[in-house]
């Protein structure tokens, strides 16, 4: 059965840092898409980050580009985002997935109807 398990949100201070962390069982990560999108109170759900180790294809969303990274444990079968420099308008609930039928992180990978599978979501709060 393929699970995505988020951890690793918390409350932290304007311009602090947070490693997301999205644990996958029942389904190897190297050949699928794996996103990040994340979904503040009120608002649609926005699209993070991609990453596709097989065709080695990654992108981030230009409101974060320069402040997150997307790094990966294969032994843990593991995707990790790093949040850095973070802001107020960061908080939101961080969510992972992963769309088996996606061919990379191309145009689309900001739909989340693209995606097969989401985690439950992990909380961050940027709070001073």
């Known amino acids: 059965q393929v699970q995505l398990v988020e951890s690793g949100g918390g409350l932290v201070p304007p311009g602090g840092s947070l490693r997301l962390s999205c644990a996958a069982s029942?389904?190897?990560?190297?050949?699928?898409?794996i996103a990040w999108f994340r979904q503040a109170p009120g608002q649609e759900r926005e699209a993070v980050s991609c990453f596709m180790r097989i065709t080695d294809s990654m992108d981030y969303a230009e409101s974060v580009k320069a402040r997150v990274t997307v790094s990966t444990d294969r032994g843990k079968n593991t995707v990790y985002l790093q949040l850095n420099h973070l802001k107020v308008e960061d908080t939101a609930v961080y969510y992972c997935?992963?769309?088996?039928?996606?061919?990379?992180?191309?145009?689309?990978?900001?739909?989340?109807?693209?995606?097969?599978?989401w985690g439950q979501g992990t909380q961050v709060t940027v709070s001073s």
């Open positions: 029942g389904f190897t990560l190297d050949p699928y898409a």
């Open positions: 997935a992963t769309g088996l039928q996606m061919g990379g992180c191309g145009a689309t990978w900001v739909r989340p109807r693209e995606y097969d599978y």
